[in-house]
């Protein structure tokens, strides 16, 4: 298991043990954070939800991460990290206390919605400052263990974030007060981890002096011209195109997967929105788990396959079965495919994020993963909005089932037109 052997390396490093900290400390809050989120705006007893509604949440909670990705790096590569790790949360605890205030005065949705996107754009500062920090804390030859463990440990502790904003839901009460008391507890959560920021040297993360750097006005122009060319660049390289194209095409289906179950669990399972959370949640910690296994199985499955036969294999999975479990519309059936799409979905991810490192430049890397993000989070907003178009209220609609089935089989074999052929190695994710 590659993954907890890593981790233990590179947990020997004090002061990576302590950026570590600090990022589990902020994607737990993160992840009471959007669950207190998706409460309020997808299962608040005061309020009716609809597929356009679904589509709205979640934009907040997503798009902040492709308009303001890019332009990230301009920042903190100017700014001091650790300063950036000490004063995000305290901006981010505040914020949060301001929206918790809006909950529970009832204050129109806008409100609410326009504090949540400052603190979804403090955050997306914070976790960059985190990535650009750990070449610092971390020895050059255990850069790519630290880089391979991070993200999985800060998607499964956001996971176990959920779940705590959903055991504190049963606490403080599904009304506006209770959604109010868990925006705040997110805040003093996250303040933890400017505790932790705090032990660290204000020096140690850099950025280090560069002279020749260019004014933050002309380093924002650079990036827009920069993601073009970065495009120009995916565009001649067939293997890290496709692997774009695939990660794509799951992000998609998902996006349409997700405002389907929530409509479905919201009014045609059941009619008690704090059952439906309840099934909600349930599916949330089967696609988890998914997540986590595929981070263990990828490994062994590009050991014996080659990425560019592994990846239709995953998608073409996704959507046999995907349409299997789904189209009885049976509640049984959702948990299943949840953990199904966690496996596929994450196996999909690690195989794309390889085939780019592997197949572009490394000169062009920087861009192109700022596309992949805008990618990510983007097509997951557009196939809710999409999704929006076609749900009935009640969710049920065989129609968005296979065009989510289709749509991953006409993904998997665009992207096997799309990569050339090659002798079969051993390859690993």
């Keep these: 298991m590659s993954y907890l052997s890593d981790l233990r390396a590179v947990l020997q490093g004090r002061d990576f043990r302590r950026l570590f900290a600090t990022r589990l400390v902020s994607q737990f809050s993160d992840g009471i954070f959007q669950f207190g989120v998706a409460g309020y705006a997808f299962f608040s007893p005061e309020t009716q939800t609809s597929a356009a509604s679904v589509a709205a949440g979640l934009a907040v909670l997503l798009l902040p991460y492709s308009v303001l990705g890019p332009f990230a790096g301009v920042f903190i590569d100017r700014w001091s990290r650790r300063q950036i790790l000490l004063i995000a949360p305290l901006i981010r605890g505040a914020l949060l206390v301001v929206a918790a205030a809006l909950v529970a005065v009832r204050a129109p949705d806008f409100w609410f919605y326009g504090v949540a996107l400052g603190v979804l754009g403090v955050n997306r500062f914070f976790l960059a400052a985190l990535g650009a920090s750990l070449p610092h804390v971390v020895p050059a030859d255990r850069l790519l263990m630290a880089n391979a463990v991070t993200p999985t440990s800060g998607t499964v502790v956001t996971f176990v974030g959920a779940g705590a904003g959903f055991l504190l839901r049963g606490v403080f009460g599904p009304e506006a007060g209770g959604t109010a008391l868990l925006l705040v507890t997110s805040g003093v959560v996250f303040v933890m981890a400017a505790l932790i920021a705090a032990t660290m040297a204000r020096s140690l ?7 020749d750097r260019p004014q933050a006005r002309e380093a924002v122009r650079n990036v827009l011209t920069g993601l073009v060319d970065g495009l120009r660049h995916i565009a001649h390289h067939r293997r890290a195109a496709a692997a774009l194209g695939a990660m794509s095409t799951h992000r998609f289906m998902y996006g349409m997967c997700t405002a389907m179950l929530i409509m479905l669990y919201r009014y045609y399972f059941t009619d008690d929105a704090e059952e439906a959370l309840r099934g909600i949640a349930l599916v ?11 981070v263990l ?37 959702f948990p299943v495919a949840g953990f199904v799409l966690g496996v596929t979905g994450q196996s999909v991810k690690i195989c794309a994020d390889t085939s780019v490192q592997r197949d572009a430049d490394d000169a062009y890397l920087g861009r192109i993963f700022s596309i992949y993000d805008m990618l990510f989070n983007g097509m997951y907003v557009l196939a809710a909005a999409f999704a929006a178009v076609l749900l009935p209220m009640n969710g049920k609609s065989y129609t968005v089932v296979a065009i989510i089935g289709l749509g991953y089989i006409a993904g998997a074999l665009a992207y096997r037109a799309a990569t050339p052929s090659a002798p079969r190695v051993a390859q690993s994710a």
């Excluded at 995907?322 to 509640?331: D, I, M, N, R, S």
């Design 297 to 333: 199985v990828t490994p062994w499955a590009t050991q014996r396959f080659r990425i560019e036969t592994w990846v239709p294999i995953m998608l073409v999975t996704a959507g046999v079965t995907g349409v299997a479990l789904c189209a009885p519309f049976q509640e049984w059936g």
């Design 284 to 294: 949330l910690g089967t696609s988890g788990a998914g997540f986590f296994v595929a």
């Design 205 to 211: 993360l850099g950025p280090a002096y560069d002279p």
